[in-house]
């Protein structure tokens, strides 16, 4: 298992805005975000519908570009690299859990967690792929199409892809928002789970102040702004009862 343990941040978000053209003018959706993740936290992005978690998540990721100000994964700035570059880096380093679970309906399960490791090249794909699934209790679903798999199933599968090249960074957006809360309390108990054993960070949105409280910090943010950030007491518990 990789250990992504560094002395420098995981995540440096430094003056981070963005800003878009509406009927009315221009529209901030955040603004003049500074904040660092040390590697290896968890952190909860929380706040209204339009916040701008979801924004900020994909900044964060390099899947959209800021107004102004930078995010430095890693020491790396990602907006210093064009896009192919920030391609690159999301490839080796970032994981993605979404709510919409975006498997590709053309492939198997096990098809949907090799592709990333296929991507990179890596001889071993279907054995590491078949290791994380049955890792995740879905070895006896392998060649099942999406389709054909719940949703709990599939946000599994969806987790297994995420987490079977061991990035240093996964994110997620809403991950247990498609899900019952039964499935979603299981899936979410895996995702940590499987986090702590990759010893990476995670960066995560939630409107589930359950599933906040389960984060060691939660950053609140209301109309682009951060309003609080703030170390929860209730994550010490729950990572002390896991062990």
């Not at 420098?8 to 009927?23: Q, R, T, Y």
């Not at 859990?97 to 967690?113: P, Y």
């Not at 039964?182 to 960066?203: C, D, K, P, W, Y």
């Amino acid at each position: 298992m990789q250990d992504h343990s560094q002395k420098h941040p995981a995540i440096e978000v430094l003056g981070l805005s963005k800003k878009v053209a509406d009927a009315s003018g221009e529209l901030s959706i955040l603004s003049d975000l500074n904040f660092t993740v040390q590697s290896g936290a968890t952190v909860a992005l929380v706040g209204a519908s339009g916040s701008g978690k979801s924004t900020l998540l994909g900044l964060l990721a390099g899947l959209d570009t800021p107004s102004s100000g930078t995010v430095c994964i890693d020491s790396t700035d990602l907006y210093a690299l064009d896009e192919d570059g920030r391609a690159a880096l999301r490839k080796a380093r970032i994981g993605f859990v979404f709510q919409s679970f975006q498997l590709l309906g053309h492939l198997t399960a096990l098809e949907n967690v090799m592709l990333p490791l296929e991507l990179r090249g890596d001889k071993n794909a279907k054995q590491k792929a078949l290791a994380m699934l049955e890792r995740v209790g879905l070895s006896q679903r392998l060649k099942h199409y999406p389709k054909f798999l719940s949703g709990g199933e599939q946000q599994r599968v969806a987790l297994a892809r995420a987490f079977v090249t061991e990035p240093p960074l996964l994110l997620a957006d809403e991950p247990t928002g498609s899900l019952d809360a039964a499935t979603g309390e299981a899936v979410i108990g895996l995702m940590f789970q499987l986090n702590r054993e990759q010893h990476s960070t995670l960066v995560l949105v939630t409107h589930d102040s359950a599933i906040a409280s389960m984060c060691q910090r939660q950053i609140t943010i209301s109309a682009g702004r951060i309003v609080a950030d703030n170390s929860s007491i209730d994550a010490h518990t729950a990572t002390t009862r896991s062990q």
